[in-house]
């Protein structure tokens, strides 16, 4: 039987490297397209000698030509240092490349998967968020480009659907860490991490009231890999995936410290604009549509994420 061929954009970042391998498991063909902008060659080096991976540098805001069967977007700086970092660039990512990966899918017609994100809420106004919350975002602000780009993307893949009867499936992802996040990402879990194994001071924004739900990269894979193989194409989402358990970002703080022993002081430093102030998923309609919901506690997944660190920091 001739195997499945996938395009991953944004493959050799955080979780798209997790899913090509994923899907590499799953007996896959995978096509990984980067262009390197936060993604890192050796978060895919280990797939290197299979045949059935390649990698494509390639920026998805121009048009791409390859025959595939189904495409991940996930193509898109998530840290908010590194969106804000070339904001204009952001939004071609977000809606440029949308358009181009959604031209793709159209001509050879193809399922595509687009990342959303927990952003597309903004700064909530309803708690837990559901699917059907609209949203509180600032089109002006500093995360603008990210969260509006995002939202133009979820535009532009339901009016492909419309329009060109694509199959789509849009997940909300909500805060995920793991292995493989970047050291200089500078997302909460890597920075406390770090700070930690390097007893260094642990920068809370804020009071470190504010809250996240995090979910271990492994369930949320699992999660996007259901959706997209296990229900049928009316089912388009949007679709929130993450783990409900929300945690003040102090209390991450101060786990942090207490896993690893560590002589860390928490110092206090200013809250970024418009910085979501509560954030936690409502996933009734992954665990009603397809049987889904985060196996791996904070607790769990911190030790996992922290040994990754930990050996990659003793590598340097
Ligand atoms: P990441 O920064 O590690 O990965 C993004 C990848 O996209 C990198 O490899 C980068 O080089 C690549 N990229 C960026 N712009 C590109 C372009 N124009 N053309 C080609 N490649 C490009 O981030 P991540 O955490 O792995 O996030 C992956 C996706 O999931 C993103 O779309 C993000 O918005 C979404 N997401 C992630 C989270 C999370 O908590 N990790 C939450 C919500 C949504
Ligand atoms: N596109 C692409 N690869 C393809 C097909 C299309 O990158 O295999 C790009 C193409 O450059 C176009 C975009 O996708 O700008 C949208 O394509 P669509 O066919 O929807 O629109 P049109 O070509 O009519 O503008
Ligand atoms: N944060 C923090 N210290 C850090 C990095 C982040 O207190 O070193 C806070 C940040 O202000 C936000 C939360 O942690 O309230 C999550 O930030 P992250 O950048 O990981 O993701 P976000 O959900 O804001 O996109």
């Given at each position: 039987m001739?195997?499945?061929?996938v395009?991953v954009t944004?493959?050799?970042?955080?979780?798209g490297?997790?899913?090509?391998?994923?899907l590499?498991g799953?007996?896959?063909?995978?096509?990984?397209v980067d262009?390197?902008?936060?993604?890192?060659k050796?978060?895919i080096?280990?797939?290197l000698?299979n045949p059935y991976?390649?990698i494509?540098r390639?920026?998805i805001?121009f048009p791409?030509y390859?025959?595939?069967?189904e495409i991940y977007?996930?193509?898109?700086?998530?840290?908010?240092?590194?969106?804000?970092?070339d904001p204009?660039?952001?939004?071609k990512?977000?809606?440029?490349g949308?358009i181009?990966m959604?031209g793709?899918?159209?001509?050879?017609?193809?399922k595509?998967?687009?990342a959303?994100?927990?952003?597309v809420?903004g700064n909530p106004?309803?708690?837990?968020q559901t699917e059907?919350?609209?949203?509180?975002?600032?089109?002006?602000g500093?995360?603008a480009?990210?969260?509006?780009?995002?939202r133009?993307?979820e535009?532009?893949?339901?009016?492909?659907?419309?329009q060109?009867?694509l199959?789509i499936k849009?997940?909300?992802?909500?805060?995920?860490?793991g292995p493989?996040?970047?050291?200089d990402d500078?997302r909460?879990?890597?920075?406390f991490i770090?700070q930690a194994?390097?007893?260094?001071?642990?920068?809370?924004?804020?009071k470190g009231?504010?809250?996240r739900?995090?979910?271990?990269?492994d369930?949320?894979?699992?999660?996007?890999v259901r959706?997209v193989?296990?229900?049928d194409?009316?089912?388009?989402?949007?679709?929130?995936?993450?783990n409900?358990d929300e945690?003040?970002?102090?209390?991450?703080?101060q786990?942090v410290?207490e896993?690893i022993?560590?002589?860390?002081?928490i110092?206090f430093?200013?809250?970024?604009?418009?910085?979501p102030?509560?954030?936690?998923?409502?996933?009734?309609?992954?665990k009603?549509?397809?049987?889904w919901?985060p196996?791996?506690?904070?607790?769990?997944?911190?030790?996992?994420?922290v040994?990754y660190?930990?050996?990659y920091?003793?590598?340097?």
């Amino acid at each position: 039987m001739k195997k499945k061929r996938v395009l991953v954009t944004g493959g050799s970042g955080f979780l798209g490297s997790h899913i090509c391998e994923h899907l590499l498991g799953k007996g896959r063909e995978v096509i990984c397209v980067d262009n390197f902008y936060t993604g890192r060659k050796e978060n895919i080096i280990h797939l290197l000698d299979n045949p059935y991976f390649e990698i494509i540098r390639h920026d998805i805001t121009f048009p791409l030509y390859v025959e595939v069967d189904e495409i991940y977007n996930l193509a898109c700086p998530a840290s908010p240092i590194h969106y804000q970092h070339d904001p204009v660039q952001t939004t071609k990512t977000t809606v440029h490349g949308a358009i181009n990966m959604l031209g793709l899918a159209k001509r050879v017609n193809a399922k595509i998967f687009q990342a959303s994100t927990s952003e597309v809420y903004g700064n909530p106004a309803i708690h837990p968020q559901t699917e059907d919350y609209w949203g509180n975002v600032n089109p002006i602000g500093l995360r603008a480009c990210y969260d509006e780009g995002k939202r133009c993307a979820e535009t532009l893949f339901f009016d492909y659907n419309r329009q060109h009867s694509l199959a789509i499936k849009v997940g909300r992802i909500f805060n995920t860490y793991g292995p493989r996040m970047a050291m200089d990402d500078g997302r909460v879990v890597s920075n406390f991490i770090i700070q930690a194994l390097r007893d260094e001071d642990i920068t809370v924004y804020g009071k470190g009231n504010q809250t996240r739900s995090f979910c271990y990269v492994d369930d949320l894979v699992d999660g996007i890999v259901r959706f997209v193989d296990n229900t049928d194409d009316d089912f388009t989402g949007p679709v929130n995936l993450g783990n409900p358990d929300e945690f003040t970002i102090l209390e991450l703080a101060q786990s942090v410290i207490e896993l690893i022993g560590s002589k860390s002081k928490i110092i206090f430093n200013p809250l970024p604009s418009d910085d979501p102030m509560r954030r936690k998923p409502d996933i009734s309609l992954a665990k009603k549509t397809f049987d889904w919901e985060p196996q791996i506690s904070l607790q769990t997944g911190l030790v996992k994420t922290v040994e990754y660190f930990d050996n990659y920091l003793k590598s340097l």
